[in-house]
């Protein structure tokens, strides 16, 4: 209860100090524009907080005061604009958030130098320095370089997006945001896992394809397979139909295994990875219910001792009918097996 106080006072906190900058940077824009009309061009106040005036005849603490705020609202607007149309992409996003986070880096940068030189500092000799020093540090920073380098090349070779579910060391999760440095994934139960982007050097991305969805249910062994196999070929347009997240099939492919109490029979259907395991739990409600109404039992999981009745024999017809309906099961899902070895 506690911590729930201290994080609900803290994020009010955090709301009006992020007020507070945003009523800051709106007055000084608007002295900015308005300020030739309502001080004297040349009057030392206007000076002072104009940037794109001389700053020889500025006050060096107004003109490092309106630096800091022209570069971090000019950067906080910019940023905010590339978070909205990121909104409205199914791709991109990634490339978004990598400008993003480079917009925040060089505003930061740029208000330095800005500031340093109007405090009289040789921005020019500065910055030759600061690329020697660059070099000799980036022998030492290493793993920072190979984190940048490897998030450029996820960004630009499309090797997943924001909003991507991939599994990277066994983790499986959806990217919520992909940085110049690190790359954050959640997971179903909300935890983030964050990696280094160099540390990505495989991972399986379960969204660029449609995934297979598996259900198996048993039967009894006394019940007559031709039967439930012509009831399936009846309904699976049904069970499309109850299941719009589905985008191709469902598909009946065939009996899995003899087990120890029933028969299993497998059915599968494609759908987009978000939706693979809610797929699978509706594939089994569909079949439960069709077994129901048809009176096909599912036998549970026991040994039963006793004398089997014996399996009514199928018409001729019906026996050729059922045939007919696996042979074409088995070519429309023709490949699936492979697919599901790669989920």
Aim: proline share 2%; with cysteine.
């Amino acid at each position: 209860m506690k911590n729930a106080r201290k994080n609900k006072g803290s994020s009010t906190l955090g709301l009006i100090l992020k007020i507070l900058l945003l009523l800051i940077a709106l007055v000084y824009f608007v002295l900015l524009i308005a300020g030739k009309w309502i001080f004297a061009e040349d009057s030392f106040f206007y000076v002072g907080i104009n940037i794109f005036s001389d700053q020889e005849n500025a006050s060096v603490w107004l003109r490092s005061l309106a630096y800091i705020i022209f570069f971090l609202t000019l950067s906080y607007v910019v940023r905010l604009l590339l978070k909205l149309l990121a909104r409205n992409l199914s791709k991109g996003k990634a490339m978004l958030d990598l400008f993003s986070s480079f917009i925040k880096y060089i505003a930061v940068i740029a208000m330095l130098f800005f500031i340093l030189s109007v405090w009289g500092v040789d921005t020019a000799a500065l910055l030759a320095g600061i690329g020697i020093l660059s070099l000799v540090v980036g022998l030492g920073a290493q793993p920072l370089i190979e984190d940048i380098i490897a998030g450029l090349f996820i960004v630009f070779e499309n090797v997943f997006e924001v909003g991507d579910i991939i599994v990277v060391d066994g983790f499986r999760g959806t990217v919520k945001e992909i940085g110049i440095r690190t790359t954050q994934i959640e997971d179903a139960g909300g935890d983030i896992k964050v990696v280094n982007n160099s540390d990505i050097r495989t991972l399986v991305n379960m969204t660029s394809q449609l995934s297979l969805a598996i259900s198996e249910v048993d039967i009894e062994y006394s019940e007559s397979l031709e039967r439930v196999e012509l009831i399936i070929n009846e309904n699976l347009p049904a069970i499309k139909q109850n299941i719009p997240d589905i985008a191709e099939g469902p598909y009946y492919m065939g009996v899995s295994k003899l087990g120890a109490s029933g028969v299993t029979l497998r059915f599968s259907a494609k759908c987009p990875e978000i939706m693979k395991f809610q797929v699978e739990r509706d594939l089994n409600r569909q079949i439960k219910l069709i077994f129901d109404k048809n009176n096909i039992n599912i036998p549970f999981t026991q040994i039963v001792v006793h004398k089997a009745k014996t399996v009514s024999k199928e018409k001729m017809a019906d026996a050729q009918a059922a045939q007919k309906f696996m042979d074409e099961q088995r070519n429309l899902s023709r490949g699936m097996d492979e697919d599901e070895g790669n989920q």
